[in-house]
């Protein structure tokens, strides 16, 4: 009985696994015609600068704007386009469509793409960011790569060469979710990051913890002794935005300040947040 039993669940789990099999195939299909078709957009959310609270640039976020599924978050497409290669054309689209978006801006903000670790190792990464740049026109100053340490993983010295040819062009190198990994800190030491964004949950947590409190200002003052710009992201109120200032982390970002905005209202956001900042430039002249 037992044998039979065995059997039958043996069956369902099969039935199951091909049902799966065949959903991340339909699924791989849709997301291959998303990129063809233009489905792929993407969201903008400020970074700012601890000192004013004024916006210094804006992190790309990608969405997948699906006929009837509507807009869908990067959790539930970027693994599977990791696994299936479609990464490559994601993030090439991305990171051209960033740095387009960017010259178009009222304001010189920087901006913010995120690197996938796969798309890292399918292309060549540092053309693939030089082309972007010379296609586009965006000063290579402007540019930051939000990387995680998944990266650093595999390949150390290949990827640190790249990286290093990155940054030769101007660009930015942060590490992404920092602290989240196995070794933060010993990575610190073998690249030369320009800056860190301390994750959220570290954030989140210094409002009930103290301990957390301790690790963000210790963090804080690494970053000062590496001569690293920190970033805090996932920044939802008063109290953390009042703490991370007066510990001097250099940049905050986070659902108090701004969710990530449309394209479209990106220039009213910068109107009512970095008045002084649009003043410097050169505005046409209004009535009197
Ligand atoms: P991330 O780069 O660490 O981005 C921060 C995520 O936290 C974003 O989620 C953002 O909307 C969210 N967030 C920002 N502030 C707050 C806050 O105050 N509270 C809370 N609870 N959440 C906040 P999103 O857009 O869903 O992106 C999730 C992750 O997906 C990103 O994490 C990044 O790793 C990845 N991702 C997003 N866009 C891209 C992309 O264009 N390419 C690649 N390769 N990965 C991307
Ligand atoms: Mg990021
Ligand atoms: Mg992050
Ligand atoms: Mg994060």
Redesign the pocket.
Known sequence: RAKAEGRGAYRFFESQMDSDVRERRMLEAELRQAIAENELV??Y?PLVSAEDNRPSGF?????WNHPIRGLV???EF?PLAEQSGL?KQ??DW?IEAACKAATLWPGDFNVA????AR?FQLSDIVSVVSDALAKTGLPPQRLEL?I?ESLLIENPDEVIERLNRIQALGVTVAM??FGTGYSSLAYLLKFPFDKI?I??SFVTASSEDAVARDILRSIASLGRTLKIHITA????TLEQVEFLREIACNQL????FA??LEELDLAGYVLANAAPRLEARATPPGPP
Do not use: C, M, W
């Open positions: 993407l969201h959310q992190e790309a976020l990608v969405r978050p990067p959790s970027i990464i994601i993030g991305t793409v995120n690197l996938s798309h939000e995680t992404d979710d964004k994750d959220k992201e996932g920044v939802e970002q986070g659902f108090y969710r990530p």
